[in-house]
């Protein structure tokens, strides 16, 4: 299962309300602005701030 586009342009970063990429393996979404990675469980972002990785480390 693939997050489309319409779908990712109304997703918003939790944190800074900015822009989220999604990574070419659509198992993640990310915010370049705050470093962090929000996970794509099943097709459905995780949204939480206390859930995203920061993208400075490693998984
Ligand atoms: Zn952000």
Redesign the pocket.
């Known amino acids: 299962m693939t997050i489309d586009k319409d779908f990712l342009d109304i997703l918003a970063?939790p944190?800074?309300k900015?822009e989220l990429a999604l990574t070419e393996e659509h198992d993640e979404l990310t915010?370049e602005?705050?470093r962090?990675g929000y996970e794509v469980r099943d097709g459905v972002p995780i949204m939480l701030i206390e859930e995203a990785r920061n993208l400075d480390t490693a998984r």
């Open positions: 970063c944190k800074c900015g915010c602005k705050c962090l």
